[in-house]
């Protein structure tokens, strides 16, 4: 790293959402690492500490803080934002991280209120952390806000439920709004991941048809870690990436090249192959 690219973020600021965990924490200590004062937020506030103490210790020259937020809580978002200008001053990043699935199966069996639950999570907390970001950026003479997308925002992930819906929302989010701020140089874009070496993806057992058809498809043959995405976020949040904006980048070892995963495995034994497909009712 030289020390030009390093002089384009010190003393800036960012907050990362989600960043008590995976690709979040990648992220902030990247940025801080940078030179760049960062703020995370997440709901459980000992994990945001113990990623507070680890960036500290790192020997990171940009400053750390953690707030404990709900994303999909406006109040919540609201004073995030107040808080980390309140600290620093200034805002020039934000790195909507936060964000999950559930709720897994065909759409005709799915929860009603887990696929609401998982599009607020994602799209709404995109949304609030646009809403309450935006001015400050604005103010700061233009900045970069980077939602969180996925492989599963533009390939089939079967049996997935909400999280492609949410994902596929939020890339859109990201291209209106960078229509919309241009003026003012306030850049958006998204990041989609790939199968990351993350807490949630080691829900999939090694073991399994999902796990083999991750990689199956995946040139690169391997798995993600946090920090390929966290590079590809520093990147855009640095003026480096001046003239990025309105678009989705691919961070997951050419997987967008193939196919997305089959998780039929994961729900066809417990209901049959009939009703997965609407053919006959659940136990029918």
């Not at 103490?53 to 400053?63: F, P, Y």
């Not at 999280?163 to 989010?173: D, H, L, P, Q, S």
């Amino acid at each position: 790293m030289t020390s030009s690219t390093n002089a384009s973020l010190a003393g800036r600021t960012a907050i990362v959402t989600g960043g008590g965990t995976g690709i979040g924490a990648a992220c902030a200590t990247r940025l801080a690492n940078d030179g760049m004062n960062v703020t995370i937020c997440g709901r459980t506030e000992s994990r945001l500490v113990d990623v507070v103490d680890r960036i500290k210790a790192s020997g990171a020259t940009g400053a750390i803080r953690h707030q404990v937020t709900d994303v999909t809580v406006e109040d919540d978002v609201a004073a995030l934002v107040a808080g980390h200008v309140d600290a620093f001053g200034r805002l020039d990043g934000f790195v909507a991280n936060a964000g999950g699935g559930g709720g897994m199966g065909p759409y005709h069996l799915l929860d009603t209120e887990e696929f609401i639950r998982v599009l607020h999570l994602n799209v709404m907390g995109t949304m609030l952390s646009v809403k309450y970001s935006v001015p400050h950026l604005v103010a700061a003479g233009g900045g970069s806000f980077v939602g969180m997308s996925s492989l599963a925002g533009h390939k089939t992930h079967v049996m997935f439920g909400a999280y492609c819906v949410a994902k596929a929302g939020i890339e859109e989010m990201m291209k209106n709004a960078a229509d919309e701020f241009g003026e003012v140089k306030v850049r958006f874009n998204a990041v989609r991941p790939g199968f990351i070496s993350t807490e949630i993806m080691e829900g999939i057992p090694r073991e399994s048809a999902v796990y083999d058809s991750y990689i199956e498809n995946t040139p690169l043959n391997d798995v993600g870690e946090p920090e390929d995405v966290a590079n590809l976020v520093r990147f855009l949040v640095s003026d480096e990436a001046r003239w990025i904006t309105g678009t989705a980048i691919n961070c997951d070892g050419g997987h967008h090249l193939r196919r997305g995963p089959d998780f039929r495995s994961f729900i066809e034994p417990a209901i049959g192959h009939d009703a997965l497909v609407a053919k006959a009712p659940v136990g029918g």
